[in-house]
C-alpha cells in the first residue's frame, strides 16, 4: 500500500510538472483539462480508496469528471 501512495504522490508531483509547462507555452484547455482530470482520478481512487468502493460510485464518479471537463472546455471556447 506503502508504495502504491508513493508512485501516485510521484505522478501527482510529475503532473503538476506537465501543467505547469502546459500554462507556460499557452497550450489549449482540453489538454489542460485532461491533465485534471488524470489528477482527479488519480488522487479519487488511491488517496480516497475509491478502487475498492461499489462500481456504481466508480461509475458515478468517472460521470462527474467527464460531464466537469466537457462543461469547462465548452464554457471557455
Known sequence: MFR????TW???MLAVAIMT???L???PLALIMCLS???????A???MDM????????TLLLLFI??????????AS
Open 51 to 58: 478502487a475498492r468502493a461499489h462500481t456504481a460510485w466508480k
Open 66 to 75: 467527464a460531464i466537469l471537463s466537457l462543461v469547462v472546455i465548452v464554457m
Open 25 to 27: 507555452y499557452k497550450q
Open 4 to 7: 502504491i501512495l508513493n508512485t
Open 21 to 23: 509547462a502546459v500554462v
Open 37 to 43: 482530470a488524470i489528477k482527479f482520478m488519480l488522487v
Open 45 to 47: 481512487f488511491n488517496f
Open 10 to 12: 510521484i505522478l501527482l
